[in-house]
């Protein structure tokens, strides 16, 4: 069964600094992946979503990601954070054309100091 | 507003007791999911169909649980004999066909005590 490891649990970061969250999978063949965030008290959001094409994907808010085949990896980044950052955020991946059932990773904890 | 309801938002039960769960897709989505949330994890699924068809489900989902969707519009998602152990937050997600992402509703927080 596929499996999504997400490396950080919390990060903490001071405003305008960059930030990189790691997203690594395990399965071989054709996977559709995802970034959720999830903000204090709200419902899980899609920030960005990779399905093929361009392997830098670009998303709402400012945030993107890279999709690296060769590492099975989708990070996430964001040049600049703003306190309004603060939120949790899940990746994810779906199989093919199967279903569209998500894997989710165990999420990060993104603190921004004002 | 993503537009995937969930009904109650909260609940807090008694062990043993059975507790019912909706969830209203986006109303142009023919698939729709279950997952399950506790604390510091990411979602499990659970269980998922397709109009009113279940196609999958997770081992996740002992026979405790059981889940609908019986007119390929909203769903349920029933828990019988509640165990301190489903304390979780149950999400539900629909999506349409295809390669497309999942709208997630905003939880109901289940608490057995």
């Known amino acids: 069964a596929q499996s999504v490891s997400q490396h950080n649990h919390h990060v903490i970061l001071s405003e305008a600094a960059s930030l990189e969250l790691g997203c690594n999978y395990s399965?071989?063949?054709?996977?559709?992946l995802f970034w959720y965030v999830q903000y204090p008290g709200q419902h899980l959001q899609l920030l960005l979503k990779?399905?093929?094409?361009?392997?830098l994907v670009k998303g709402i808010k400012g945030f993107e990601a890279e999709f690296i085949k060769s590492k099975f990896s989708f990070n996430l980044r964001k040049p600049s954070v703003q306190w309004s950052d603060t939120a949790e955020y899940f990746c994810a991946v779906t199989l093919g054309n199967a279903g569209n059932m998500l894997t989710f990773g165990g999420g990060t904890r993104l603190m921004v100091k004002p | 507003d993503t537009g995937v309801s969930q009904n109650p938002r909260h609940k807090i039960t008694k062990r043993g007791q059975n507790v019912t769960f909706r969830c209203d897709p986006i109303s142009e989505h023919n698939r729709l999911y279950w997952y399950r949330q506790t604390l510091g994890q990411g979602p499990e699924f659970l269980t998922y169909?397709?109009?009113?068809?279940?196609?999958?489900k997770s081992r996740l989902l002992s026979d405790r649980f059981s889940a609908e969707r019986p007119k390929g519009s909203f769903s349920t998602l029933e828990i019988q004999r509640t165990e301190q152990g489903d304390s979780a937050m149950y999400l539900c997600a629909s999506s349409s066909e295809g390669r497309t992402e999942a709208f997630f509703g905003q939880g109901t927080r289940l608490t057995v005590v």
């Open positions: 169909f397709q109009n009113e068809a279940q196609l999958e």
């Open positions: 990779y399905f093929s094409g361009d392997p």
């Open positions: 399965y071989g063949g054709t996977v559709n």
